[in-house]
């Protein structure tokens, strides 16, 4: 079954630690996107990538770092830097061309500061 | 400016009724498409329906219909027959034709009672 995996599930981050979550995708699909969702609010962009080595920063990049080297990975680093990391982290990827193309998502990473 | 807008407080509906869930949106670009998702208490956002700013005919998805009114920037979803399992947040979103980023709304909230 084509799908997006993201691990871990839960993910708990010390004061000052750089924190990992993965995201790899077997749909073939170019484009991959992050976002994060604080309690009862909407998804908010933080980066996208539309094609391999190359990626660009949402509305809310400060404070994330992110990669992708191969079509099917897109990992998100949350770095000491971003000072309210507490929130649910949710990739997605999608045909790159088309206004009619869905976004298909993971099923989410919780991160919390210990 | 906010592009997608959904302003409804949360709503209970009883099982097997229709329920109709707002959403507004705001773009200059003639190209655009609105999507529908469901998000359950467990997290994953789930693809329900798309609407084509060049589509004639309002799209239908088994019990969901998008009613959409162009002139009016509006692209209403509406479930027909709630079941228990439609209980969760419904997103409102669009993608540009100038980009591929989804911009989302700030969810409705939906629960169905027996």
């Known amino acids: 079954d084509g799908g997006i995996t993201q691990s871990p599930k839960y993910l708990f981050r010390k004061e ?5 979550l993965s995201c790899e995708q077997n749909l073939n699909h170019d484009a991959m996107y992050w976002y994060r969702q604080d309690p009862g609010q909407g998804l908010r962009l933080i980066y996208y990538s539309q094609i391999v080595n190359d990626f660009q920063k949402g509305d809310i990049a400060e404070g994330y770092s992110v990669s992708r080297e191969k ?9 000491s830097a971003q000072k309210n990391p507490t929130a649910f982290y949710l990739c997605a990827s999608s045909i790159y061309e088309g206004v009619n193309q869905p976004q298909h998502f993971g099923d989410g990473t919780r991160l919390s500061i210990l | 400016a ?3 807008t ?18 507004t949106y705001d773009t200059s670009d003639p190209s655009y498409g609105l999507f529908w998702y469901k998000q ?10 798309y609407q084509g700013s060049y589509d004639q005919q309002n799209a239908t998805e088994g019990r969901y219909s998008l009613n959409f009114q162009k002139a009016r920037k509006s692209a209403n979803l509406v479930i027909s027959a709630s ?7 419904y997103f409102c ?8 980023r989804l911009a989302f709304g700030k969810g409705n909230q939906v629960v169905v009672i027996p």
């Open chain 1, 16 to 20: 000052g630690q750089n924190v990992t």
């Open chain 1, 71 to 79: 079509k099917e990975s897109f990992p998100l680093t949350v770095t």
């Open chain 2, 83 to 89: 079941q228990l399992g439609d209980s969760a947040m």
């Open chain 2, 6 to 23: 959904q302003t409804q407080p949360g709503m209970f509906v009883q099982e097997k009724e229709a329920v109709t869930l707002d959403c």
């Open chain 2, 93 to 100: 979103a669009m993608r540009e034709g100038r980009n591929n």
């Open chain 2, 40 to 49: 359950p208490s467990s997290g994953e956002m789930i693809f329900l329906i």
């Open chain 2, 2 to 4: 906010q592009k997608i």
